[in-house]
C-alpha cells in the first residue's frame, strides 16, 4: 500500500494538518473463496447427474468425419511485439504508467528498484503472515510497482502482479477477491472499466479521519490481464473525481 510522509502540509496553507499515511488493506479471504467454490462444484455437479437421467439419449454423429487438407509450410514465429509472452516475461517494469511530467517520488517509495518481493507484497495487509500463505499458494511470481506525487497531497501507487498459473487462474481470482473488499466499502461508487473484461474502479466518498490529520480520499481500480493482476490506487485530501481513477487504469491496461 501507499506510503506518504508522516507530515504533509496543504497546499499553501502554512502549519495546516498533516495527512495521515494510508491504512494498510486488509486480509485477503482465499481460503474461504476456495471452499466455497468447492461446494459450488460438488452442488453443481449433482444436480447434472439428477438431469442427464432424465433425459432422452442423444444420437451420436458418426465417427468417420472428413479429412481436412494439412496446409503445407512453415508457420512464420510471432514477432516479439505481436507476442504476449515475450512482453511479460521480460522486465515487468517496463509495462508500468511512466510518472507524469511534474510528479516525484514520495519520501517512502513503495518496493526496491520498482520491485516488491512476497514479503514486502505481505506486508502491505493487516495480517501479513496470513497474506504471505495466501500468496504463495496462489503462486506469486512477482510484482513491479511504481508511485508518484504531485503537489503536497495527490498520490498514486499502481502494482503489476505477476502469477505462475500453472494449477489455476490465480490472477483473475486475486483481482476478484481485492474487488469484493472494494465493493464492500461503505459510501463507494463503481465502474467497469472499457476493453478489460473484468475491470472495475471504485471511488470511496467517506475520507479517513484521524485527530490531528487532513481527511484522506482514495480510489482504486482492478483488472486482470493473462497471469497478471493490476492494481492501482489514488490519494489525496480532496475528493477524487472518476475520471481520474478511470483514466489510470486504462491507459495502464493499454500496456499490458
Not at 38 to 64: D, H, I, K, M
Request: glycine content about 8%.
Amino acid at each position: 500500500m501507499l506510503e506518504v510522509p508522516d507530515v504533509l502540509e496543504a497546499p499553501g496553507v502554512l502549519g495546516a494538518p498533516p495527512v495521515p499515511r494510508p491504512a494498510r488493506r486488509r486480509g485477503r479471504t482465499t481460503l474461504l473463496v476456495a471452499a466455497a467454490a468447492v461446494l459450488g462444484v460438488v452442488a453443481g455437479t449433482c444436480t447434472g447427474f439428477v438431469v442427464q437421467a432424465n433425459r432422452e439419449p442423444t444420437v451420436l454423429p458418426p465417427l468417420s468425419q472428413p479429412v481436412v487438407k494439412q496446409a503445407e509450410g512453415e508457420v512464420e514465429p510471432l514477432s516479439a511485439a505481436q507476442d504476449r509472452h515475450v512482453k511479460v516475461d521480460g522486465d515487468l517494469r517496463k509495462l508500468l504508467l511512466k510518472k507524469p511530467k511534474g510528479a516525484r517520488e514520495p519520501d517512502y517509495a513503495a518496493g526496491v528498484d520498482g520491485w516488491m518481493d512476497i514479503a514486502e507484497y505481505a506486508d502491505l495487509y493487516e495480517k501479513p503472515q496470513n497474506a504471505f500463505g495466501n500468496l504463495a499458494s496462489d503462486e506469486f511470481r512477482r510484482a513491479a510497482v511504481t508511485d508518484w506525487l504531485v503537489g503536497r497531497t495527490y498520490s498514486v501507487e499502481i502494482v503489476l502482479t505477476q502469477f505462475r498459473q500453472e494449477r489455476g487462474l490465480a490472477a483473475a481470482e486475486y483481482t476478484a477477491n481485492e474487488q469484493g473488499f472494494a465493493d464492500d466499502e461503505d459510501d463507494t461508487d463503481s465502474w467497469p472499466i472499457p476493453g478489460t473484461g473484468d475491470g472495475w474502479a471504485y471511488v470511496h466518498h467517506t475520507p479517513d479521519r484521524e485527530p490531528g490529520y487532513l481527511p484522506l480520499y482514495s480510489a482504486e481500480a482492478m483488472a486482470t490481464r493473462g497471469d497478471i493482476a493490476m492494481t492501482v490506487w489514488v490519494y489525496d485530501t480532496k475528493p477524487i473525481p472518476k475520471k481520474k481513477i478511470m483514466d489510470l487504469a486504462k491507459r495502464q491496461m493499454e500496456r499490458l
